[in-house]
């Protein structure tokens, strides 16, 4: 299994980041996927979640309405797209990989992890 995360870099407060997820090694098809992040200090924190087919999401109270997941099960790839961005999301974001098709938010329903993609927010 193999997760590569890309698209990171330097936002300014309020503007957007497109983060994508590259796949392979398992049928990305018959799994759910997540997002987390981490910042220095602070332990990794779930962001969003979405289901197998791609028709159901979840995500965390602090980016609900601004974060946006998705996926195409036709390209194995897994994106985040993450508008009105505050400084307080400034932190390492990984692509992760659910143990099975269901969903959740908890870091123990994920069994493979991507490198992550620095994401900083600041004027």
């Known amino acids: 299994v193999q997760l590569v995360e890309s698209g990171g870099g330097l936002a300014q407060p309020g503007g957007s980041l497109r983060l994508s997820c590259a796949a392979s090694?398992?049928?990305?098809?018959?799994?759910?996927m997540g997002w987390f992040r981490q910042a220095p200090g602070k332990e990794r924190e779930f962001v969003a979640a979405?289901?197998?087919?791609?028709?159901?999401?979840s995500y965390a109270d602090s980016v609900k309405g601004r974060f946006t997941v998705s996926r195409d099960n036709a390209k194995n790839t897994l994106d985040l797209q993450m508008n009105s961005l505050k400084p307080e999301d400034t932190a390492l974001y990984y692509c992760?990989?659910?143990?099975?098709?269901?969903?959740?938010?908890?870091?123990?329903?994920?069994?493979?992890w991507g490198q992550g993609t620095q994401v900083t927010v600041s004027s």
């Open positions: 992760a990989k659910a143990k099975t098709r269901s969903i959740n938010s908890g870091i123990w329903g994920y069994d493979y």
């Open positions: 090694g398992f049928t990305f098809s018959t799994y759910s």
């Open positions: 979405i289901i197998w087919t791609g028709g159901g999401t």
